[in-house]
């Protein structure tokens, strides 16, 4: 409680863009709205606090000059160990998977966003943020990996993910969104704005479509839709290969409860791996999520 409310504290600098209304506490991040509602102070922290906030910043601007609707930055700041930015709030409700129809929007803005960021640029090499200030991955392989725990490194199929990554090292590297999801697409009429970008990177386009097509499915299974009811037909033409989808549900595994990750097998690992198209992706991945669901992993 004691935490939460150092938390909930206004930080320092960020007084000026205000009044603020409540305190919205997560983990990695606290949100504030303006009292008028058209600005949001976000204030980062825990992990990486910095270089998330100026990741996300750069890449806010640089998409916006990229043809996308973005929130603009009126002023970012840091306060001891967290940092923070203040944003427009945008216009427009979140894609959803309420329906086919509702799924069928989400797939085509997203391949809308994707065609707006995944044309090949030349010099750019993978790694955290668009802006190569940091140390950079030597290869596609490295900058997926890198980003799973020791906990990961320590399971038994550790060295066989990483020689079912090996093929991407072939493809071009582009400027990732980093986290396609629903609500983070907001839809006004004709125009979508773009949210949340403190994950972009440059990497493989397949890391966008992986995001795509695991959160339909993840949202779907979450909402208590089985498998025999999702039209995995539609989430199949997200082009995702099966090596990556493999790599994103261990990413999201590694990201919750310690210890969940010891739930995937090899043979798991391996019924997503080994599909050949991206419907026949989908199928496993929606059985695969459906199982670690019924074994109480949290969303």
């Known amino acids: 409680m004691k935490q939460e409310r150092a938390a909930a504290r206004l930080a320092c600098g960020a007084e000026k863009y205000g009044p603020f209304g409540p305190a919205a506490v997560k983990p990695l991040s606290v949100t504030r709205r303006t009292l008028d509602g058209t600005a949001l102070l976000k204030v980062y922290r825990g992990i990486e ?8 910043v750069a890449a806010l601007g640089m998409a ?10 009126h002023g970012t700041g840091e306060d001891g160990e967290a940092a923070w930015a203040v944003t427009d709030i945008v216009p427009g409700a979140p894609c959803s998977v309420d329906t086919t129809r509702d799924m069928e929007i989400f797939i085509e803005l997203a ?22 200030t940091g140390p950079a991955s030597h290869t596609h392989r490295d900058f997926l990996l890198e980003q799973l725990s020791v ?22 590297t582009v400027y990732l969104h980093g986290d396609i999801k629903p609500e983070h ?12 970008w403190e994950a ?11 995001d795509t ?6 949202d779907l299974a979450y909402a208590g839709v089985g498998p025999q009811r999702m039209p995995l037909d539609l989430i199949g033409q997200v082009p995702v290969a099966g090596p990556v989808i493999a790599w994103r549900v261990v990413r999201w595994l590694d990201r919750r409860r310690q210890g969940d990750i010891g739930l995937l097998t090899q043979r798991d690992l391996r019924s997503l791996a080994e599909t050949s198209t991206p419907a026949e992706a989908a199928h496993a991945l929606a059985r695969l999520i459906t199982a670690l669901r019924a074994d109480g992993v949290p969303r």
Not at 64 to 73: H, K
Not at 201 to 210: E, I, L
């Open 49 to 56: 606090p910095l270089g998330r906030r100026d990741r996300e």
């Open 64 to 73: 916006r000059r990229m043809g996308l609707r973005t929130p603009a930055v």
């Open 111 to 132: 391949a809308a966003v994707g065609a707006a960021l995944h044309g090949s640029v030349a010099g750019l090499v993978p790694g955290a943020g668009w802006q190569a």
């Open 151 to 172: 906990s990961c490194r320590r399971q038994p199929w550790w060295e066989e993910l990483a020689s079912m990554l090996a093929p991407l090292d072939d493809d071009s």
């Open 185 to 196: 697409l907001l839809v006004d009429g004709k125009a979508v704005h773009v949210v949340d």
């Open 200 to 210: 972009s990177a440059r990497g493989p386009a397949a890391c966008d479509h992986a």
């Open 213 to 218: 097509m695991f959160h339909l499915v993840r």
